[in-house]
């Protein structure tokens, strides 16, 4: 299986995919850390790929979203974003706007307090 096809399984198959350096429970670069905070606080199920672990799906995802940094992030199977435009929508209320209409679950208080801390 090339690595376009793990990827677009990896994305059809989880409801929320983030392509990372490390993995939500150890991030390895600030970026990544910054978005798997986010969506760990809210409480996101999501699935994680450490890009590190791999070349082919680290190269591969910045051929296959058209973006050319990690981390990024999929929502029922559509690329959303990386760390700017996550950090954006998270502020701004759009990510929650974006998980309800997909209908994917999240802690509404703690997406208010992100915004309360940051305001």
Same mark, same amino acid.
């Given at each position: 299986?090339?690595?376009?096809?793990?990827?677009? %399984?990896?994305?059809?198959?989880?409801?929320?995919?983030?392509?990372?350096?490390? %993995?939500?429970?150890?991030?390895?670069?600030?970026?990544?850390?910054?978005?798997?905070?986010?969506?760990?606080?809210?409480?996101?199920?999501?699935?994680?790929?450490?890009?590190?672990?791999?070349?082919?799906?680290?190269?591969?995802?910045?051929?296959?979203?058209?973006?050319? %940094?990690?981390?990024?992030?999929?929502?029922?199977?559509?690329?959303?974003?990386?760390?700017?435009?996550?950090?954006?929508? %998270?502020?701004?209320?759009?990510?929650?706007?974006?998980?309800?209409?997909?209908?994917?679950?999240?802690?509404?208080?703690?997406?208010?307090?992100?915004?309360?801390?940051?305001?």
């Amino acid at each position: 299986m090339s690595a376009q096809e793990k990827i677009k %399984t990896t994305v059809e198959a989880n409801d929320v995919v983030l392509y990372m350096k490390g %993995t939500k429970t150890m991030p390895q670069c600030g970026f990544s850390s910054r978005v798997a905070g986010v969506l760990n606080f809210m409480g996101v199920d999501y699935a994680d790929v450490n890009v590190l672990a791999d070349e082919d799906i680290r190269s591969g995802i910045k051929e296959y979203s058209d973006w050319p %940094t990690i981390p990024q992030l999929y929502v029922k199977g559509e690329f959303v974003g990386g760390c700017d435009i996550i950090t954006e929508m %998270t502020l701004s209320g759009e990510l929650d706007q974006l998980f309800e209409a997909k209908g994917v679950s999240y802690d509404k208080d703690a997406a208010e307090k992100i915004r309360e801390a940051n305001a």
